[in-house]
């Protein structure tokens, strides 16, 4: 890592991304920060129009800044989506500089927009990593998370209440059986359609032609 004096607000540090810039020291809103510098890139010159590399700041159509030389210390400014710096950038002076646009606090990483043209080109393929990005998938991920538990929670309620009228069925299809073998039986045969108990030690009375009187 580069030596930075140690009256400097900043520091390099551990990113999530690889390496920062972190703050060492409070630094207020509208402050100054850093000067994002390198040698002058010509556009009109074919050698030079065709460099490219990730530290490249275009100040207008003409000229740009080839920021990945190791002297410059805020080419390790990460990208964010809700910074708390800006890019200061004044063409006709060839100078850029990163100006902090909030409070920025001790151990707070330091960043800005790199621009639409940059997210496109080699953020959005990758994925942004800023904290901004990174909260948007966490609550979508949580979101889905608690969607698929929803729909779980929602079949399993579906298998219960199919469980329970199978059991239900099954319990009433039993009694039904039960009741037919049950009722309407005399010894296993039928007697006109009319239900007869036979009473153990009695006899069934027999049809038999009426006793004659006799007469004097």
Not at 4 to 12: A, E, H
Not at 128 to 144: G, I, V
Not at 174 to 199: E, I, P
Request: with cysteine; net charge positive.
């Amino acid at each position: 890592m580069p030596t930075i004096s140690s009256s400097k607000p900043y520091r390099v540090g551990r990113s999530r991304t690889g390496l920062g810039l972190f703050a060492t020291k409070p630094i207020k809103k509208g402050t100054k920060i850093i000067r994002y510098f390198g040698p002058i890139l010509d556009s009109k010159k074919k050698e030079e129009d065709e460099i490219e590399n990730k530290y490249l700041f275009e100040l207008n159509n003409r000229w740009t800044i080839d920021g990945s030389i190791r002297e410059n210390i805020a080419r390790y400014i990460n990208h964010a989506c809700r910074p708390n710096a800006e890019s200061d950038v004044r063409p006709r002076k060839r100078k850029v500089f990163i100006r902090a646009i909030k409070n920025i606090e001790p151990g707070e990483e330091i960043n800005y927009d790199y621009g639409t043209d940059y997210f496109k080109a080699y953020l959005k393929p990758i994925g942004c990593k800023c904290d901004a990005c990174e909260k948007k998938r966490k609550k979508k991920r949580a979101e889905a998370r608690a969607e698929r538990l929803r729909l779980k929670e929602k079949a399993e309620r579906k298998a219960k209440r199919k469980s329970e009228k199978l059991a239900r069925e099954k319990a009433k299809a039993k009694v039904k059986k039960a009741g037919a073998n049950g009722n309407g039986k005399l010894n296993g045969k039928h007697l006109n359609g009319h239900s007869v108990t036979k009473v153990p030690g009695t006899v069934a009375p027999s049809k038999r032609a009426p006793a004659r009187t006799l007469q004097a």
